[in-house]
Each structure stands twice: as structure tokens, then as C-alpha cells.
């Protein structure tokens, strides 16, 4: 037994060795890729250096070294070590020693450290802002962070001898601005660029040919902005605007990013090509910079309006789905009492040794009530689900002799009066089933009304009459204590309801069908209630 565990602890170190190796082998690779993007990045954004000094207005290579550390973590310092070292002796010329320019790469890369571990604090999810507030939260540890590492950057050279006291101020305006904009206006880029969903939608924003419309849009603006704004003293820059607004107002944060990148660099270019003397790198910076600021404001805006109308929707089917449910419900409590009403009369009828024809008088009818709660699942299911009617003409009058009957049952039972005044005789253009529940609705909460009226037994009345000659008007009026202007506005509300019991539904759903139909439902305002449903008429 024990020559077995030593021999499966044997295989065990040998298979660990060289996957152990193979992670080392895959590290040492990714840091490799990595420095070599930095000094490549790097050397192509060294333009304009103060003096002898390593400080330019444009370092994006930074944006990359904190893309880097927040995607691998507190490893990758070493890696950012070896990229800020080799960038300094090959592309910028150290200012100082060996030792001194290790010493300054070290504080740089410390300084990159915390400002990437503030982001991933802050944005442990994405690393990048999504909306408004996280802009400003994302902007103020960039700047902020940018601020501090110019700060110490300097004072290093200040106590190295490399920089006198009078060059501090310039010296710290210059790593500070080309700082804050590199990251600010590059890190955006490169974080799309390596995250794959965000890759995908990035690369759809780039193959539409509205932004091959506003790409060449944009170059118009950069020459207009430098060609003709040249002779103007460069006072034409505001037409820079107009592209990512457009850009960012339609795709977004993608297609503010996208303009951003594309006018960052027709600026540097633009800048350096016509050698201008009346406008300096540090105000083309600035002025990228406010762009920037502009197009990602209006670009997460755009993104938080859409995820809210998505959020909204989602919301809408939720409660479009309840509504049907409370509606299913509702309406199918009738025919579902009247089913149980007639199950013990027909128990009532064989004890008590009843005739067979009222035996299938009562088995008709609890056909007729099953079939009737069948059709309006199927019909409230297709109105909540798409909106459908089904539209064919019928008689009024039929209409409200279809509905009454089980009240007309219900009044003489409790003594209430229910009286049908004339109805006249017109032909209605609509759903039979839909307007039935919403007279059923009516009808039923007239009756309730009553019920819990102290003026017992009370009245319930229903009467119609034609309005404009194209229109019929439907009342529904009882004797219970009337609607106040206190309720009006509510009583329509979905899930808003009076009784105790109630889902808060029905009147809803009502008016949303009468509407469906051309119509109105409203409450009459009054010390009794009553409803009135206008209707287009044939």
C-alpha cells in the first residue's frame, strides 16, 4: 500500500511540473506582448518632450500599463516595471543614471498600481464606466490619480538634480495633462478592444455605414478646423462637436469612443502637419479632452436611457402578465360560481328525484358556462398578448340580454331592483366577449355598491342612449354611495381598488377594451354611482 501512494504521489508531481511550467511559459509570453505594446505604443505618442526631460502632452502607453494591471492583477507590476525601464532607455532617453531611472520607473510604476487598483475597486466588474455617475467617478480617480503621480514623478527629478525649481510648475502641467488625456481618451478604447461582448458590439458600431458616414464626417471637420481655421486663428473648432455628437447621440458609448479615438488623432495630426504657431499641443490636448468629456456624457446617457426602456419593458411584460392573470381570474370567477351553483342543483335534483328534462336543463347550462370561461381565457389570452379583437357586428340589445340574465337572477334573490331602461336598437361593430366583460364588470360593481349600501335594498339601472348620431351611450347607475373626486382618478388604475377583496382589474381592463373599441369608460362623478361607456355605432 504504501509503494502504491508513492507512486501515484510520483505521477501527481510529474503531471503538476509541467502544467506549472506551462502557466510560467504563458506568463512570461503575455508580459513579453505586453512591454513590447507599451514601448511601441509609447514611441508613437512621443511627441513634443519638455526640454531634455522624458514628460510629453500625450501618454496614452499608460492607458495600456493599467488595462494591463486590472486585467491580471498585482503580477503584471513586474511586467509594467520592465515596460516603463525599457520604454525610458529606448525611446525617451533617460535623464538621468541607471540607477535613477530605475528609481523613477519604480515610483511610476507604483503610481500606475494605485490608480489601477482604485478603478478595479470602484469598477470591480466592468473596470470601466457605464453611466453618468460612474463617469464622474471614473474621471475624478484618473485625474486625481494622474495628478499624484506627475507630483511625485517631478519631485524625484527635483531631488535628482534634473530639474530646477522654476521648470517644476511647467514640468508638472505637462505630465498631468498628458496623462490624464492618454488614459482618459485611450483606456476606453483599448478595454473594448480586449473584452470580447463589448469587442462585438465595438466591431458591429465599426461595419455600419452610419459610421462610415460620420467617420468622413468627422474628417470634413478636422479640415475645416485646421485648413480654413487656420486663417481664422483656429476659431472654428466647435464644429467638432457636431460629429460625436452625432456619434455618441445614436451608438452610444460605442460610437463616442469610436469618434473620440478618430478625432484624438486627426487633432495630433492635424497639429503637427500644419506646424502651427498660434496653437500649442497643450491647448489641442485640452480641447481633446473636452471633447472627450462631452462625447462619453452623452454617450453613457444614451446607454442608461436605452437600459432603462429595456428595463421598462421587461417591466411592462411583468405586469402585462400579472394584469392577465388578475384578469383571467376575475372574469372566470362567474362562470366558475355559476359551474359550482349548477353542480349542486343537479346534486339536488337527483336526491330529490327531479324530471330528466330539468336534469339536462341544468346540465345545458353548465355546459354553456364551461364553454363561455374556455372563450374568454382564449380571448382575454389573445387581447393582453397582441392587442387582437375579434370584430363582427351584433345587435346592442342582444349584447346586454346575454349579460343581465344572472343579475336579473341575483336582484330578485336579494329584493334589489334592477331595472333595463329602453334600449335603442343599433348595431355595434366589435367583440361581443370583450364588451360582455366589461358590462359584467360594471354590472357586478353596481351590484356590490348596493350591497354594501345601508340603504337597503337599493337599485341598479342600466339604459343607453344614442349621442351624435354615430355614437351610443351605456349607463350603468346604482344607489350606493356614489363616486368623490377624491377616488376618480384612481378608479382606472390597475391593482387600485376600494374593496378589500379586490384585485383592482376590472375597470381597468374595462376601459382598456372600450378604448380598443373606439370608445371611452368614465365615472360619473355624483352622490350615486354611475358609469358611462360610449361606443361607435354602425
Known sequence: MASVMRENGRMKQTSGLPQRLLQTLIYI??????????????????????????????????????????????HALLALFVAIVSSELSVRGSPGSLPVTLWLSLVLTLSYGGIAALLKRHFPDSGLFSDRRGLLVWLTIIVTGSLISSLLFISQLLLAGLLTVDECANAIMHFWIGDSVGIFVTLPVLWWLQDEPRRLLFRKTLLRGETFAYASFTLLMLWIAFVPGAQANYRYFYVLFLPLVWAASRQGLSGAIFCIALLQIGL??????????????????????????????????????????????????????????????????????????????????????????????VIHRMIGEAERAALVMRRLRDFFRTGATKLEQFALGELIASVVTPFREKAALTGMTFEIGEIPAVTIHGDPL?????????????CEAVAASPHAPGRVSLSARIESGNRVVIEVADSGPGISSAIVDQLFEPFASTKSSGLGLGLAISRTIAEAHGGSLTAVLGSQGCFRLVLPIE
Open 268 to 361: 495630433l495630426l492635424g497639429g503637427l502637419l500644419q506646424q502651427a504657431t498660434d496653437i500649442t499641443l497643450f491647448e489641442l490636448q485640452m480641447r481633446t479632452f473636452l471633447l472627450a468629456l462631452v462625447g462619453f456624457l452623452i454617450g453613457a446617457s444614451v446607454d442608461e436611457q436605452r437600459r432603462a426602456a429595456t428595463e421598462l419593458r421587461h417591466s411592462l411584460r411583468l405586469a402585462a402578465a400579472g394584469e392577465m392573470a388578475g384578469a383571467l381570474a376575475h372574469e372566470l370567477n362567474q362562470p366558475l360560481t355559476a359551474l359550482s351553483a349548477y353542480g349542486s342543483a343537479c346534486q339536488q335534483l337527483l336526491q330529490r328525484g327531479g324530471s330528466e328534462q330539468q336534469l339536462h336543463e
Open 29 to 74: 509570453a503575455w508580459s513579453l506582448a505586453f512591454v513590447l505594446l507599451y514601448v511601441l505604443l509609447d514611441w508613437a505618442s512621443y511627441i513634443s518632450p519638455l526640454r531634455h526631460l522624458n514628460v510629453t502632452l500625450w501618454n496614452p502607453a499608460p492607458a495600456l500599463g493599467l488595462l494591463y494591471l486590472m486585467r491580471r492583477g498585482r
Open 434 to 446: 370583450q364588451l360582455g366583460v366589461v358590462l359584467r364588470n360594471l354590472l357586478a360593481n353596481a
